[in-house]
């Protein structure tokens, strides 16, 4: 079946501006998380959506922010951007909520902030 | 502040021997750990777990340790093969969650 599948898979924005990128989870999946990737700080999570819900929300300012349709698809905005916002936004989905954590990733959307 | 730490950014082993990674965590509330497998320009892929009341689990060539009272865990993979060769995390999760808390990586590269 297909995998996580993420658009646009690389942007260029500038400082200011905003950007929404979109998540089509396995199928079947409910729960959609996100999650960004810098060289300096790794791996960290942005939020998680289950069922149209947030169910839990990471260290990230409120320019970030997410939400899920009614078909599981979710989409994370960005607003007035910062150069540090410049990463890899994964997207990853699973099942049901609370299943430890076995998650299946997207390829990712690259931003750069100019 | 760092609540899972992978102290070695790279390391190098020749095909067939034993790679061994290691994992080191300060939030005595997780209770589940994973290691995911990244190559470059594809998302992490999920290799092997282990929950918190176990100390080992084993899968193939992928076996995972856990000690809890050292809040240590490592990952070997035997024998390692340039296949292998990808950026390895390690993460943690509390109960009842999704939220992985990921660790810097280990980037491996397996000579042939």
């Known amino acids: 079946k297909a995998g996580v599948t993420q658009t646009p898979r690389y942007l260029i924005k500038t400082r200011g501006q905003q950007v929404t990128l979109s998540c089509s989870p396995i199928s079947g999946h409910r729960s959609v998380s996100w999650y960004q990737q810098t060289p300096g700080q790794g791996l960290q999570f942005l939020f998680e959506?289950?069922?149209?819900?947030?169910?839990n929300k990471g260290n990230f300012p409120g320019r970030f922010s997410g939400r899920q349709f009614s078909n599981s698809r979710s989409e994370m905005n960005v607003s007035t951007l910062e150069l540090g916002d410049s990463a890899l936004y994964l997207c990853a989905s699973t099942a049901t909520s609370g299943t430890s954590g076995e998650l299946f990733f997207g390829e990712g959307s690259r931003l750069t902030v100019l | 502040d760092q609540q899972v730490k992978q102290n070695s950014p790279s390391l190098s082993v020749q095909e067939g021997r034993i790679s061994i990674l290691n994992c080191d965590y300060t939030?005595?509330?997780?209770?589940?750990f994973l290691w995911y497998k990244k190559y470059p320009a594809e998302g992490p892929t999920f290799l092997i777990s282990i929950s918190s009341i176990k100390d080992k689990n084993e899968d193939g060539r992928f076996t995972v340790f856990l000690n809890k009272s050292a809040k240590h865990l490592s990952l070997h993979i035997v024998p390692s093969q340039p296949g292998d060769s990808a950026v390895y995390f390690c993460a943690a999760s509390e109960a009842a969650g999704n939220k992985l808390t990921f660790g810097g990586g280990t980037r491996v590269l397996v000579k042939p």
């Open positions: 959506y289950f069922s149209e819900t947030q169910r």
């Open positions: 939030n005595s509330m997780f209770d589940y």
